[in-house]
């Protein structure tokens, strides 16, 4: 099955300045990479997507880059807030199933 | 809110018991999940339910077992319970075959 692995797991940066999450994946046939944010004692929440035809999607402070040959895909955070502090974590869904497989987590501390 | 709702939101009980979670998806939406989150942990795939039948199974134990009804609310039964078994219990529903999955507020179980 699929292996999703997430690093760092934990990061703390300066307010302002740009945050940068990396996870990979194994299994090839994965195609659409979601990436869910944890805010403390809440339920998690899509912050961003990116599906496997496209390299790269952006949401305003929020980014997403994709390797498929290199199996990695990346969430870039810039100018970050207080309010950006969460868990993250990125996961990858096979085109053989519904199955998610999300990665460890990373803990983001944003310091004012 | 995600349109999921899961009940009870806290449960405490004791070793051994049995108890049942409940997990009403969001409305047209056909595949329930159920995820374990442990303190401090990522989200364990447990199962995965699409249109009343099993899909995908993931780490779950014996002592487990979940359906989902004809109205397409699931039950998530949890036997014998353990102390490890103390965590939070995320159902989450989405609409289509790597689609967002909007995830409830979650069910704290607390084993004593």
């Known amino acids: 099955g699929e292996n999703v692995e997430q690093h760092p797991s934990t990061l703390s940066v300066q307010e302002g300045d740009s945050a940068v999450i990396k996870c990979t994946y194994s299994d090839s046939a994965s195609n659409y990479f979601p990436w869910y944010k944890q805010e403390l004692g809440k339920r998690p929440q899509l912050i961003i997507d990116i599906r496997s035809n496209v390299g790269e999607k952006k949401d305003q402070r929020i980014a997403v880059t994709l390797n498929k040959t290199a199996k990695h895909f990346s969430l870039h955070i810039t100018e970050t807030q207080p309010e950006d502090s969460a868990v993250y974590f990125c996961a990858a869904n096979p085109n053989t199933g519904n199955q998610f497989y999300f990665g460890t987590g990373t803990s983001l501390t944003v310091i004012p | 809110d995600s349109g999921v709702t899961q009940t009870p939101k806290h449960l405490i009980t004791a070793t051994g018991q049995r108890v049942t979670l409940r997990c009403s998806p969001r409305?047209?939406?056909?595949?329930v999940y159920w995820y374990q989150q442990s303190l401090d942990q990522g989200l364990q795939f447990l199962i995965q339910?699409?249109?009343?039948?099993?899909?995908a199974k993931g780490n779950i134990l014996e002592r487990f077992s979940a359906q989902q009804f004809p109205d397409l609310h699931s039950e998530l039964n949890l036997s014998s319970l353990e102390l490890g078994d103390s965590a939070l219990y995320f159902c989450a529903s989405s609409a289509k075959v790597a689609g967002e999955l909007f995830f409830g507020e979650g069910s704290r179980l607390t084993v004593l």
């Open positions: 339910y699409y249109n009343g039948e099993e899909r």
């Open positions: 409305s047209g939406d056909l595949s």
